[in-house]
């Protein structure tokens, strides 16, 4: 049984994940890459970078979240199962579902929204005129 650096039970879940979706350890292909970004000089000296590659589904994934290999090796699982399930269950990641809510926001409104949502400011503009108090002409 692997160390991935993590508790027995986390251990115990993703290896029950795996073989739920019929991932084998021997089908792996595991590298250990150098680091790179910040970290300084450590984290570009030591390979603590892990890449999988999943040859059945042609699958690659790079994981370098931690400065320590053994949680890189238990991430980058992580992220495999979660692609396999991506493909497997046809469902969006949090990841697709994070850029494509990011997308959406950034997206121009149309013509029929902008000019909807300035008639809103206007109705709302003049009900607080209403509320202000009245003006006393000078004499």
Known sequence: ????????????????????L????SELEEKFILGAGSGGQ????????????YP????????????????????????????LEEIIEGKKSARQQKTEKIRRQKRRRSRRQKARMLEEKKKQSKKKQLRRKPKIPDE
């Open 42 to 53: 450590k984290q570009n000296k030591t390979a603590s970078c892990v890449q999988l590659i």
């Open 1 to 20: 049984m692997p160390n991935y650096a993590v508790s027995k039970a986390k251990e115990e879940r993703l290896l029950a994940r795996m073989k739920r």
């Open 56 to 83: 059945p589904r042609n699958i690659e994934v790079k994981c370098q979240r931690s400065r320590s290999q053994a949680l890189n090796r238990y991430h980058a699982r992580c992220e495999l199962c979660d692609r």
């Open 22 to 25: 019929g991932i084998k350890e």
